[in-house]
């Protein structure tokens, strides 16, 4: 594990010293690396990372988190006034394409200041915390003496807070929790969705994506005999095992580590699968991040396209799916409907709720009027009958058109439509 990556090296006390480049995204390494204690001030430090200088903090462990803090606010400050800076183009996609280049700079800045880990995880600062099983958690055995992001380090503490803790789900009546870099079900509209959807089937079920498990979880909690979860990346799969096994459904739940449907040796086909895609066509800039940015939405279209393939004749696949990009104009109803045709689908129903968190009240977020547009859907679609397409899509596109800004706090049912 070690062998594969990079090593940066540094001038201290007169000596070259280097070690392992660790960061969980693997970025490249920084080219210069600069050892630095109390005595450096914001602005330089501000300086010296935006010139793409490493930081190595050899100061009190507090101080150092305080002058992160200090760079984030300069970051954000520089990042706020380029996401409107004048003369440029003010539709929803060019202001969210502009912000999220100033938060992926952001983002870079901060990832160089640096902190060194001992291969036992422990960081040898003053008033440094016991972050080694945080790090373990996060990072897993087989790491020698590193360098690691300090922001990293932090999320890695607040991660292991999540995964002791736990997220209360009212759906499920009980707690998930997420590890690192798995996304947490703070947002529990669209569990609400599955919890309430009515089932083509108590049989079997693919939970494709699944992520920490949560809607797994319910599909069992209300009685689904078998459920079969997927997910292309090991932090998830990890997590949502342990959450089976605590809530005492890992007989009749099993998550593989695949990407989407289930491999060769499991059923090809259920009357119910379900995916919840990452929600915008964008590329995510952190590991987390990807649970909500997907690159040209590469993910949703490849459910879409081998959806029908893996659906009994009269099964249903459930799409949990946001309408922000819609807002955004970052993709349009009929673009999504055009896929659900060409993949051989029919829209069955659709399920909707509003969203009630907290950047809905966010001053300082240029998208706040968009995301008080947005409606969380549940789409149930259902194989095409053969020899229906065109006519089918024109209906659909009449029924599930494009839709219409409402205000915050009203309901949406199909009948609506």
């Given at each position: ?131 080694g099983r945080a790090i373990l958690e996060a990072l897993g055995h087989g790491h020698s003496r590193s360098v690691i992001p300090l922001r990293e ?265």
């Open positions: 594990m070690d062998e594969e990556r990079p090593r940066i090296s540094w001038t201290e006390d007169g000596r070259r010293r280097e070690a392992r480049w660790l960061s969980v995204g693997r970025p490249a390494p920084p080219a210069r690396v600069v050892p630095a204690d109390d005595t450096l001030d914001a602005d330089t430090a501000y300086r010296y990372a935006c010139e793409g200088t490493a930081i190595l903090w050899r100061g009190d462990f507090q101080n150092g988190r305080q002058l992160l803090d200090a760079v984030a606010r300069r970051a954000g400050r520089s990042g706020r006034k380029a996401s409107w800076s004048p003369g440029q183009g003010s539709s929803p996609a060019e202001t969210f394409h502009r912000l999220r280049m100033a938060r992926a700079q952001r983002a870079h800045i901060l990832r160089m200041f640096v902190v060194e880990i001992e291969s036992d995880y422990s960081i040898g600062l003053k008033r440094a915390p016991d972050a380090v932090l999320g890695m503490i607040s991660a292991s807070e999540w995964r002791r803790k736990g997220v209360e789900v009212s759906a499920l009546g009980d707690r998930i929790h997420p590890h690192y870099g798995v996304f947490a079900p703070t947002r529990q509209e669209h569990v609400n969705l599955v919890a309430q959807a009515p089932l083509p089937s108590h049989t079997l079920a693919f939970d494709v994506g699944t992520g920490t498990g949560v809607l797994a979880a319910v599909l069992a909690r209300r009685g689904v005999e078998r459920i079969v979860c997927t997910d292309d990346e090991p932090r998830a799969v990890t997590c949502a095992r342990e959450n089976m096994e605590r809530l005492g459904l890992d007989e009749r739940v099993e998550v593989l580590e695949a990407d989407l449907f289930p491999p060769g040796g499991y059923p090809d086909r259920a009357p119910l699968v379900i995916c919840n895609p990452p929600w915008i066509p964008a590329k995510p800039t952190t590991l987390l991040e990807r649970a909500v940015y997907d690159p040209k939405g590469r993910m949703l279209r490849k459910f879409l396209k081998g959806l029908a393939g893996h659906l009994t004749p009269s099964g249903e696949g459930w799409l949990v799916l946001s309408d922000l990009a819609e807002h955004l104009g970052l993709r349009t109803r009929e673009e999504l409907l055009e896929r659900v045709e060409a993949a051989g689908l029919q829209v069955l129903d659709r399920l909707d709720a509003r969203p009630t968190h907290a950047g809905l009240e966010d001053p300082d977020d240029p998208l706040t009027k968009f995301r008080r547009m947005e409606t969380v859907s549940l789409w149930r679609l259902g194989p095409l009958p053969l020899h229906e397409s065109g006519p089918k899509f024109r209906a659909m596109s009449a029924q599930w058109g494009d839709p219409a800004p409402r205000a915050r706090g009203s309901a949406t049912k199909p009948s609506d439509l």
